[in-house]
């Protein structure tokens, strides 16, 4: 059974950047066919996907947040990190990871998800 875990500050300031790691268990995240994303939802708000890092690790972003995201990886540990850079309060969400199993922007899409970590971006 995977599981998803994700960890990093609660807390960011405006115009700082929020890094965010998933550590995976139970399945590597060089696995064929899997891919790994970051989801977030505002408070109020819908899932909005923002990005995710193939098993190959090619990446593929939200063109509304591409500018300013990066999601690398570290195979030596099983995780993944989220970097967003130049943040506003309305980058303020509950982030998760989560896995699937194609190559989807498509929040429901995915199958494996974290429980979720709440950042959020003070004035």
């Known amino acids: 059974q995977v599981q998803l875990q994700e960890s990093g500050p609660g807390l960011v300031k405006a115009s700082q950047t929020l890094s965010l790691t998933c550590t995976v268990s139970?399945?590597?995240?060089?696995?064929?066919?899997?891919?790994w994303s970051w989801i977030r939802q505002p408070p109020g708000k819908g899932l909005e996907w923002i990005g995710y890092i193939a098993y190959t690790g090619s990446t593929h972003y939200s063109p509304s947040l591409k500018s300013r995201t990066s999601i690398s990886r570290d195979t030596s540990k099983n995780q993944f990190t989220l970097q967003l850079s130049s943040v506003t309060p309305e980058d303020t969400a509950v982030y998760y990871c989560a896995r699937g199993p194609r190559p989807s922007t498509t929040p429901r899409e995915y199958d494996y998800w974290g429980q979720g970590t709440q950042v959020t971006v003070s004035s």
């Open positions: 139970g399945g590597s995240i060089t696995t064929n066919y899997y891919y």
